[in-house]
């Protein structure tokens, strides 16, 4: 992505509501007798399994652009769409859900991420922020310094999200 004008420290660059929300961690469940692996091997079908009901919910043109998205799990073909959303997900700090969430305590929520179609797709090496906005449940990309026109705008790794 490239800046087409001058971009001033701080303005909002775009804001993109997520394809997907999930939980980025499922809460590991200890089980004698079972052996770890075979519990990851578990919990990892679990969560396929809730991203393909999430899939399924979707319009066509937007599950379509999920499943275009990178897999970071090529050579697991059984879970591609935990490799998109390992791959591509941003991080949603647990405090920005406070507004949404009756009762809000940073121990009742697991981490969620937010997996979106352009954000999901621009290059790595920060000059942006970036924070999740309940009210209008999307991401807004901000700039941290001038970007002149013609420059790359880029986001830091996408499991970090930018504390306010």
Sequence with gaps: MFATRDIAAG????????????????????????????????????REALLERLLDRMQHEDATGFLALANSRTHATSRVLHGILELNARAIIASEMRPAIAGFSVESVFGLGGTCAVLSRINHSPNTIISF????????????????????????????????
């Design 133 to 164: 906005d309940i009210s209008s449940f999307s991401f807004a990309v901000r700039v941290v310094r001038d970007v002149p026109a013609g420059s790359q705008i880029t986001l830091s790794h996408p499991m970090h999200a930018a504390k306010r």
């Design 11 to 46: 303005e909002l660059v775009f804001a993109e509501r997520a394809l997907v929300i999930a939980p980025l961690l499922m809460p590991g469940i200890t089980i004698l007798g079972v052996e770890r692996a075979e519990a990851e091997k578990d919990l990892l079908k679990h």
